[in-house]
């Protein structure tokens, strides 16, 4: 540590923290190191890192008028100990220091720069001027067992195909579980990549993982589904996503890779004239990337139906917007099971609204069916007792 203490020190956030581990853990092969200038200008030229699909310079250009002192000082060979949230993360050997336009990294993220996009608008304060290069050490290295995880269930039902699906499940709603069904028919194990978020706007990892697990604990044969948690950094942003999506998958260790037909990376790239997508940019990757259909409710049909099949066209097509669903409930209001199954609208709502009611004993008693017991209720309880009710018919 006194070592340390000599070293100039650089600051860095949690998604360069996290994007720095990914690279540790092996998962963003063929990089396996932070690009010089020259490896930086031919991936921005060609899309290509050693003959493979990589789809921007992966650096480490830290903002902030303390950073850019810092980098513009260092000289090759010389240590400089890498902070995150002021703690030593890591120590790495400068090999270079060299000059990027954090405009034109911007653009090579997200295709765009404009700072009315809030993921531009967040990575542009976050991205400096000076990058720099070098081999890093990695200091008291969270542990990421999900190799292991993936390996073990591979194992358990001798999978001879494993097909990863990335999702935030923000909220889980009944077109992701048609998305998990479809992709589980085909594939002899499913990892489900659940993303942890950086922004307030999203449930808790935690809140989301537990839904998750819910339906597959109680819907699907859960010995041939697996989640493990993806750090959801800037890099898995805008229309490369889905590039990140299949290097990280396939150094998982699956052979297949099932993305939705409305993913944002997809529709920013789709061409409908040529029936081209980003998928077909993906170079060197051995891996199966299938575009699923776009699933609606139809109110004719009556039930979940893909977009390419029902004739009923949209006046008849409910959408499933995951960012309206989370509206709801983060207002309080149990959304139709049409759109989030009950039991995890329940879920959610007792997690965002805590303590919501005065007096919740008396509520249950005096709205709800009960045998006369005197019981205790959680607030979840509450919220599928009631919608019950909703569903009630003879008076509607």
Request: glycine residues 4%.
């Amino acid at each position: 540590m006194t070592l340390l203490r000599k070293n100039k020190t650089l600051l860095i956030d949690k998604e360069a923290a996290s994007a720095l581990e990914l690279l540790k853990d092996g998962v963003l092969s063929p990089v396996e190191s932070l690009m010089n200038e020259e490896q930086s200008k031919s991936v921005l030229k060609t899309g290509l890192f050693n003959g493979k699909s990589f789809p921007f310079p992966f650096l480490l250009a830290p903002s902030g008028k303390m950073n850019a002192e810092v980098l513009s000082s260092l000289e090759p060979n010389e240590e400089v100990t890498i902070l995150f949230e002021k703690k030593p993360f890591a120590i790495l050997k400068v090999d270079e220091v060299f000059h990027i336009d954090p405009s034109e990294r911007i653009k090579q993220i997200y295709g765009t720069d404009d700072t009315s996009h809030p993921g531009v608008f967040a990575t542009l304060k976050r991205i400096g001027s000076l990058a720099v290069c070098g081999e890093y050490t990695l200091i008291n290295k969270s542990s990421n067992n999900n190799m292991q995880i993936i390996q073990e269930a591979k194992k358990l039902v001798d999978a001879k195909h494993t097909t990863a699906l990335v999702m935030a499940a923000n909220p889980l709603h009944r077109a992701h579980e048609k998305l998990i069904r479809q992709t589980l028919e085909h594939t002899d194990l499913l990892v489900i990549f659940l993303l942890k978020p950086y922004t307030e706007s999203n449930l808790s990892y935690n809140i989301r993982k537990e839904t998750l697990d819910y339906f597959i604990n109680n819907f699907l044969t859960k010995s041939h589904v697996v989640v493990v948690p993806l750090e959801n950094s800037y890099i898995f942003a805008g229309y490369n996503e889905i590039i990140i999506d299949s290097i990280v998958a396939k150094n998982y260790g699956c052979d297949k890779l099932t993305i939705g037909r409305n993913h944002a990376g997809l529709g920013m790239f789709y061409d409908c004239n040529s029936n081209k997508s980003i998928v077909d940019k993906v170079v060197g990757i051995d891996i199966e990337i299938t575009v699923a259909s776009e699933y609606v409710y139809c109110d004719i049909c009556t039930t979940l139906v893909s977009k390419n099949t029902c004739p009923h066209g949209q006046h008849h097509q409910i959408s499933y917007s995951a960012t309206s669903i989370l509206e709801l409930l983060e207002l309080g209001i149990l959304p139709p099971t049409i759109l989030i199954r009950k039991e995890i609208s329940a879920v959610i709502l007792s997690k965002l609204h805590q303590k919501r009611f005065k007096n919740l004993e008396k509520l249950y008693y005096d709205i709800l069916p009960t045998e006369g017991l005197l019981e205790e209720h959680t607030e979840t309880d509450f919220y599928l007792e009631l919608m019950k009710l909703y569903q009630t018919t003879s008076l509607t």
